[in-house]
């Protein structure tokens, strides 16, 4: 048996359905606020 332990990789980043539950409102309310440039930061991947 191994020594080794494996490091647990959490991304920091959030996929649209995760954020939209995280903050209580629709996926839909998400793009809205990123098509006028509000909301929380937004990266595409």
Do not use: I, N
């Not at 494996?6 to 209580?24: F, G, I, M, Q, T």
């Amino acid at each position: 048996m191994s020594d080794k332990t494996e490091a647990l990789v959490v991304s920091p980043l959030l996929d649209s359905r995760e954020v939209a539950a995280y903050l209580k409102v629709s996926e839909s309310t998400l793009s809205r606020w990123r098509s006028a440039g509000t909301g929380p930061p937004f990266l595409r991947l």
